[in-house]
């Protein structure tokens, strides 16, 4: 199950994009579109600005807009960014490994296994999948 966060991320990055025009969108009206409370929005935003998927302008005419189009912008960078390792268990992510405290060996693991399947299954969505496909 993905967070709230990562809920509220994809469908803030899908608002910029569907507004098709290159003039920033002002967080208030995101948060209405969505219906995404205005300070957890906020929280978002900086996060995924300050992980290069978003940019802002101050001032009149200010908002928040895509650094890239949204046919480059993979959803791989957005699960990331959001919702940290797509792994769902720590000994089979490939940017965020961590043995098991309680596994003594991971060939054997049935765990292991599955979670490999799931981890590659959903890989393989997020790789091909752009946020230009969401809108």
């Given at each position: 199950m993905i967070s709230k966060r990562t809920k509220y991320g994809i469908k803030a990055l899908a608002c910029i994009a569907r507004s098709g025009?290159?003039?920033?969108?002002?967080?208030?009206?995101?948060?209405?579109?969505?219906?995404?409370?205005?300070?957890?929005?906020?929280?978002?935003?900086?996060?995924?600005?300050k992980n290069g998927l978003l940019a802002s302008k101050k001032g009149k005419g200010g908002g928040y807009y895509l650094l890239k189009p949204a046919n480059e912008i993979k959803m791989t960078h957005v699960m990331r960014v959001l919702e940290g390792?797509?792994?769902?268990?720590?000994?089979?992510?490939?940017?965020?490994?961590?043995?098991?405290?309680?596994?003594?060996?991971?060939?054997?693991?049935?765990?292991?296994?599955?979670?490999?399947?799931?981890?590659?299954?959903?890989?393989?969505?997020?790789?091909?999948?752009?946020?230009?496909?969401l809108i």
């Open positions: 025009d290159l003039k920033p969108i002002q967080t208030y009206v995101i948060a209405e579109r969505e219906n995404i409370s205005l300070k957890y929005l906020e929280s978002i935003l900086i996060e995924m600005r390792p797509i792994a769902m268990v720590p000994c089979v992510s490939l940017n965020y490994y961590e043995k098991c405290d309680d596994c003594p060996d991971e060939i054997s693991c049935s765990v292991n296994k599955l979670m490999i399947q799931v981890r590659d299954n959903m890989l393989a969505i997020y790789r091909n999948t752009y946020l230009s496909d």
